[in-house]
């Protein structure tokens, strides 16, 4: 997560040069160097090392009582932003009239749409649903993807809203560790009588298998923190009840469940204007060199220099990935000595240092 963390903060601070800003990361007892490093390459963040894993809602909420600004974006350390986006999403947000929360389109690290961008209330009837796979009611369906409009739910790897609103409907509730307290919120902030809206004409790379990997321990507190959602918030369902002990039991069969999305690397092409030998020398095969996306080649590992490109033409070649096109993709943040990337949303991504 460290090198995902290093990412994610050069992309906002990217995103932040005329915003007058404050950086916070809150660390859950993370078992890497992350404090570490950010305290050596980002000195102006705030960083506050929690002792123990306190889990998403206490974390968030940690942070922002820490929060001097006007609006706040809660967003996960496995994302990249583009430099406008903020920018866009502010703006948006005061022609808004009675603004909630306002997200953006999420695609992962292989530019695939991430479809809980835009989530229906999950009333007992449509959880049901979601457990049996019938998904489509889950999710807003009848809204484009880079269309704007009123959504209900967001998920919590990416949210803006004003602090003053987070702190009336009092924050993540920290009844749940993770998941299920973006819903919450979202809904809270519904219920107080604002709304909340998408925008697809801006996106965020969500990595996604960073911070959720799709196994038994991951089901459980999905459906346990459903089952928190449903007991504040609607009467006693004995049916929806029965689903969610279903699904918690069931939980262990879903482990390798995931499609498989490895794909065979027989090139890598480097986006950028020169061959670093330290990268060439670690991969231990020949780089092809391109200044520009041309063209998208199946097979094929897409190496995107950020010491040549900025994070938004980085986005923008992730999203016009053909939809049959097998290509991966990894990044080379500014001044680093990594490649990062990740070819699932299931599973956790790579990280090549040189």
């Not at 902030?189 to 790379?205: C, D, Q």
């Not at 007991?231 to 469940?257: C, E, Q, R, Y």
């Not at 999305?261 to 480097?270: D, E, I, P, R, S």
């Amino acid at each position: 997560m460290r090198h995902f963390l290093e990412l994610c903060l050069k992309s906002v601070q990217a995103a932040l040069t005329d915003i007058d800003s404050e950086i916070i990361v809150v660390d859950n007892q993370s078992a890497d160097d992350s404090c570490i490093m950010v305290k050596n390459l980002f000195p102006e963040v705030i960083l506050i090392e929690n002792k123990e894993n306190l889990g998403f809602a206490k974390g968030n909420n940690i942070g922002v009582a820490k929060a001097k600004g006007e609006y706040l974006c809660i967003l996960n350390p496995d994302t990249v932003v583009a430099e406008d986006t903020f920018k866009l999403l502010l703006n948006d947000s005061e022609l808004e009239k009675n603004l909630g929360i306002i997200a953006c389109r999420l695609i992962d690290g292989q530019g695939r749409f991430l479809p809980e961008s835009k989530r229906n209330i999950p009333t007992p009837y449509v959880a049901i649903k979601k457990i049996l796979g019938l998904s489509r009611s889950y999710y807003v369906s009848d809204l484009d993807q880079k269309a704007s409009g009123e959504v209900p739910i967001f998920v919590g790897a990416f949210m803006i809203l004003k602090n003053s609103i987070y702190k009336e409907v009092n924050g993540f509730d920290e009844d749940y560790f993770m998941y299920g307290d973006d819903v919450d919120l979202s809904y809270k902030v519904l219920r107080a009588g604002y709304r909340n809206i998408y925008n697809g004409s801006t996106s965020v790379v969500h990595y996604k298998g960073e911070s959720t990997l799709k196994d038994e321990v991951y089901a459980k507190r999905f459906y346990g923190a459903m089952q928190i959602f449903y007991d504040k918030h609607f009467k006693s369902n004995s049916i929806f009840d029965m689903f969610v002990w279903l699904g918690i039991k069931l939980a262990p069969l879903f482990k390798n469940t995931s499609k498989n999305t490895n794909t065979t690397v027989k090139q890598y092409v480097l986006i950028s204007s020169e061959l670093s030998k330290p990268l060439l020398d670690v991969l231990k095969q020949n780089v092809k060199l391109k200044l520009e996306m041309d063209t998208y080649e199946n097979n094929t590992e897409y190496i995107l220099d950020n010491n040549y490109l900025n994070f938004k033409s980085i986005i923008e070649i992730l999203s016009n990935t053909p939809e049959n096109c097998n290509a991966t993709y990894k990044i080379l943040p500014k001044n680093s000595n990594f490649i990062i990337g990740s070819n699932s949303s299931k599973r956790r991504g790579e990280v090549i240092t040189f």
